[in-house]
């Protein structure tokens, strides 16, 4: 399952449909693991031991995304940070991103939300779940899905640029998994849990980017 651990509560949960449907979800993607190993080729032990093989793969090269109504427009940096994120990946990647607004149409790659208890585990920082297969391996639409509470909480004490800092990596390190990215123990924003004050894990290092070129 592709979370990030932290704290949570306040904004409206799923729906029990929408939560079982994740559910539902998330325990088919070993299927698409054993079956992307087995059917594409080169996947093997010359990739990175916590993630041999891509969770998943992207549909396209480009990335449009859009925002769920949960993603307030104001403050402007609700949105930016993700928009920042997609730009971060066109920047550093073979990606390009498109700008879908709030028009979240069944087509859309990325689509951000965001939550305050992610699959009832007030645990949960961040949650990624492929909500439409093209096939075994490829997904068609991802979601997005983070706590602003939880991260808020678990960076209590540690002021307000470690909550930024947090918010950013937890963004990328979802937007990784749509495109191929597991976790690892690296030091870049696809390693698990709050960070420190350091400007590495808002990126992903040159082993992940090679990954997400390479798929």
Not at 6 to 20: D, F, Q, V, W
Not at 98 to 108: H, P
Not at 138 to 161: D, N
């Amino acid at each position: 399952m592709l979370t990030e651990p932290g704290r949570c509560a306040t904004l409206p949960p799923m729906t029990a449909s929408e939560s079982a449907a994740v559910s539902l979800r998330s325990r088919l993607i070993p299927v698409g693991l054993v079956i992307t190993a087995a059917l594409i080729p080169g996947f093997g032990t010359d990739r990175a031991a916590a993630s041999p093989f891509p969770l998943r793969l992207a549909d396209s090269l480009t990335h449009d995304f859009c925002f769920d109504a949960s993603v307030p427009a104001s403050p402007s940096v609700e949105r930016q940070r993700m928009r920042d994120a997609l730009s971060y990946l066109d920047d550093a990647t073979d990606f390009s991103d498109l700008d879908g607004g709030t028009s979240c149409t069944s087509t859309r790659d990325v689509v951000f939300f965001y939550q305050s208890v992610i699959l009832n585990d007030p645990n949960v920082r961040g949650y990624a779940p492929c909500w439409t297969w093209i096939n075994s391996w490829v997904c068609g639409q991802a979601w997005v899905i983070v706590s602003p509470v939880a991260i808020s909480a678990q960076s209590y004490g540690y002021g307000q640029l470690n909550y930024e800092i947090n918010m950013v990596k937890t963004i990328r390190h979802e937007v990784g998994h749509t495109v191929g990215l597991f976790h690892d123990y690296a030091d870049d924003c696809m390693i698990s849990g709050r960070v420190p004050d350091d400007f590495k894990y808002m990126v992903y290092n040159s082993h992940n980017i090679a990954h997400i070129n390479e798929y």
